[in-house]
């Protein structure tokens, strides 16, 4: 009960604001991985990209048969239902805005002094992931992920956990437009895109620049809850 009461405490308590240099400073770490090390920040795109189809797929009604994350940091999720319909055209609408819209909320989160709580809910999102992962590759990625989010979060001191959680946020919403640009570059014919084109009639370009679209207005939206020092100068 002790563990369940600190670990609550930690959960709902709030914690001290950044600076704004350290603001900033998380950022420019964050751009630099994504411009550096995309293969290891994609993992973590794609991880938010198969939830994404994950969650909206059993909102929508259809049965989730599993998720997979490849090597090669692509990824998979199968679901079963009708093959055409609102269900799931969702589902595929889903997975490239998804990074954005968690890297938005874990932002508000941040924005608003609860940290932990960020990172703890990062953390309950890649146990679920975690449940339908159905290759070693992917149970290994995401639960090794998942493991070092609970420690640190855990053991970490306030300043550490609130620098993890801007950096985190960051992350997700500068690297977010990525996947959708190397989409509109290559254009796949068996990529959500085309998947949708091919359901709704709605050429896949179109389908690209509405993911542009939404995954650069959460960046912005992102920045002004992160930064709002900024937007007031």
Do not use: K
């Not at 049965?63 to 679901?79: E, M, N, P, Y």
């Amino acid at each position: 009960m002790d563990v369940l009461t600190q670990f609550w405490q930690r959960l709902i308590q709030a914690g001290p604001r950044l600076p704004e240099p350290l603001v900033i400073g998380a950022a420019l770490l964050a751009l630099a991985l994504v411009l550096v090390v995309w293969p290891a920040v994609r993992l973590l795109t794609t991880i938010s990209h198969e939830a994404g189809h994950a969650l909206v797929a059993r909102l929508s009604g259809r049965r989730l048969a599993g998720i997979r994350v490849h090597s090669d940091t692509s990824g998979l999720t199968v679901t079963r239902g009708r093959p055409r319909g609102p269900g799931m055209v969702l589902t595929l609408l889903a997975g490239y805005p998804s990074p954005a819209v968690a890297g938005l909320g874990l932002a508000w989160l941040v924005s608003v002094g609860h940290a932990a709580a960020a990172l703890w809910l990062t953390v309950f999102g890649l146990a679920a992931v975690l449940i339908w992962t159905r290759n070693l590759y992917g149970l290994f990625v995401v639960g090794l992920l998942a493991i070092g989010l609970a420690m640190a979060s855990w053991y970490a001191q306030p300043l550490p956990v609130s620098l993890l959680a801007h950096l985190l946020a960051w992350l997700l919403l500068l690297a977010a437009p990525r996947p959708v640009l190397e989409l509109t570059g290559q254009r796949r014919p068996g990529s959500d895109a085309a998947q949708l084109a091919a359901i709704t009639r709605v050429p896949g370009l179109v389908w690209c620049l509405l993911w542009l679209a939404v995954t650069v207005a959460a960046a912005l939206a992102g920045a002004i809850l992160l930064l709002p020092g900024l937007v007031v100068h």
